[in-house]
């Protein structure tokens, strides 16, 4: 167990809707990543906060947006649901800005009707 | 873009020795190589990470290739245990992070 929790792990909204996940990092860590899983697919990073300022962003639309507060937990908000949304978002923690292990949560099932 | 690519599956016999390979063709100097593996409804586990030199932990040794692109992720002896998918990730460190995983590679141990 890393450490790392995430919440809901199971959610099931419409097309349209938007959608907030939330990620509780590993204590002592300070940045934190958030990645798109689609079935059967490899981990795709959406983007990285480190002390509250986003720090790198992958191939996604403005309608994924995040936050990272002052105790490091952070949330991954999708407005405007697709159906394409649909996918396993994980989150990760670390202790450093680059270079360090990442630390996984179990990841939040979202299913887009 | 950054572009990772590892072969779908591969197998292996229980306690031999795997070696699962990995190109990264556009890495650059501080861009780092990370493994980890997955299970069916888990999150991604640790296995290693390194810059430069070849590394080892008690999971497994990672040997990255004197151009760096290209890097090899060895079992020493392989458990059913090890049986997930195994990712390398070309993590891009400087002003603005990326991460790219690879599709992945499909491990299956044989007893």
Redesign the interface.
């Known amino acids: 167990e890393?450490g790392?929790t995430q919440s809901p792990t199971h959610l099931i909204k419409t097309r349209g809707q938007q959608v907030t996940l939330r990620c509780s990092s590993q204590s002592g860590h300070n940045t934190v990543?958030w990645?798109q899983q689609a079935l059967g697919?490899?981990?795709?990073?959406i983007f990285?906060y480190y002390r509250e300022e986003e720090?790198?962003?992958?191939?996604f639309p403005p309608r994924f947006s995040g936050l990272q507060f002052p105790n490091y937990s952070s949330e991954l908000n999708v407005n405007a649901l697709e159906l394409d949304d649909s996918a396993l978002y994980?989150c990760?923690s670390s202790f450093k800005?680059?270079?360090d292990?990442?630390?996984?949560?179990?990841?939040s099932r979202l299913t887009v009707l | 873009d950054a572009k990772t690519t590892q072969p779908n599956s591969m197998e292996s016999n229980e306690e031999e020795p795997v070696h699962l390979p990995c190109n990264h063709s556009t890495i650059s100097g501080t861009d780092y190589i990370h493994w980890y593996r997955q299970l069916p409804s888990q999150g991604p586990e640790y296995v290693i990470h390194g810059l430069t030199s070849n590394v080892n932990n008690r999971m497994a040794s990672l040997a990255i290739a004197e151009d760096r692109k290209s890097s090899t992720l060895i079992l020493h002896r392989a458990t059913l245990r090890d049986a997930a998918v195994y990712y390398c990730i070309h993590d891009r460190s400087g002003s603005a992070r990326q991460l790219t995983f690879g599709s992945g590679t499909q491990l299956t141990v044989l007893p």
């Open positions: 890393t790392v990543s990645y697919q490899g981990p795709q990073f990285q720090n790198g962003r992958g191939n994980l990760a800005l680059a270079g292990q990442l630390f996984f949560g179990e990841g």
